[in-house]
């Protein structure tokens, strides 16, 4: 049981940006893997992007350009960069860490893109 804590989400408008980071609440050993992932009201959860211990990125084809995963290894920490927001971009998002022992998720920050 490895609780992910969430900030950076809120309203911002068409065009605007945000940073979303996440990290574990404690000390957490074996992580591989951590990301993002959103669901809007309605969808099923879909993979917004991740990054590897060696820095290795995937993103949806939705956000490549606009969006940019980092991460800070020695804190564990996960960071999403979003850039030129859309309303569609509006979600609730989640944390993922892929440990060696398991998955992760946090329990989801707000992002709501509106004029």
């Known amino acids: 049981q490895v609780q992910l804590v969430e900030s950076g989400g809120g309203l911002v408008e068409p065009g605007g940006s945000l940073r979303l980071s996440c990290a574990p609440s404690?000390?957490?050993?074996?992580?591989?893997?951590m990301g993002w992932y959103r669901q809007a009201p309605g969808n099923q959860r879909e993979l917004v992007a991740t990054i590897t211990h060696s820095g290795s990125t995937n993103y949806a084809e939705s956000v490549k350009g606009r969006f940019t995963i980092s991460r800070d290894n020695a804190k564990n920490t996960v960071y999403l960069e979003m850039n030129i927001l859309k309303v569609e971009d509006t979600a609730v998002y989640y944390c993922?860490?892929?440990?060696?022992?398991?998955?992760?998720w946090g329990q989801g920050t707000q992002v709501t893109v509106s004029a």
């Open positions: 404690g000390i957490v050993f074996g992580v591989l893997v």
């Open positions: 993922y860490i892929h440990r060696q022992r398991g998955d992760d």
